[in-house]
């Protein structure tokens, strides 16, 4: 199973970036997905998170800033990041979560945001 997360880059404060991740081998419609970011020196936290029916949760950091989306017939999960502030830099993680019974669990290996003031 791989999770392949794209879309990061260097990006001035204000500005907006799209990540994407898609997903082999397993099909996505039955796993909760979502992203995660891990900052220098910080622990990873969860990011913005949508459920197997579409139901979307953000971290109060993000809420108004960044939207979540699923596209199940392509097998992608993205995130739409807009307003981008310097504290969102950090390694985005794409993650999936049977959504029946919570394992198995699949990570990506990430892709950089930089957000420069």
């Known amino acids: 199973v791989q999770l392949q997360a794209s879309g990061g880059g260097l990006v001035q404060a204000g500005g907006s970036l799209r990540l994407s991740c898609a997903a082999s081998?397993?099909?996505?419609?039955?796993?909760?997905m979502g992203w995660y970011r891990q900052a220098p020196g910080k622990q990873r936290e969860t990011v913005a998170a949508i459920t197997s029916g579409g139901v979307t949760n953000y971290a109060d950091s993000v809420k108004g800033r960044f939207t979540i989306s699923r596209d199940n017939a392509k097998n992608t999960v993205s995130l739409q990041l807009n307003s981008l502030k310097p504290e969102d830099t950090g390694v985005y993680y794409c993650h999936a979560r049977y959504s029946a019974s919570l394992y198995p669990q699949y990570w990506g290996h990430g892709t950089l945001v930089t957000v420069s003031s």
């Open positions: 081998v397993i099909g996505i419609s039955t796993y909760d």
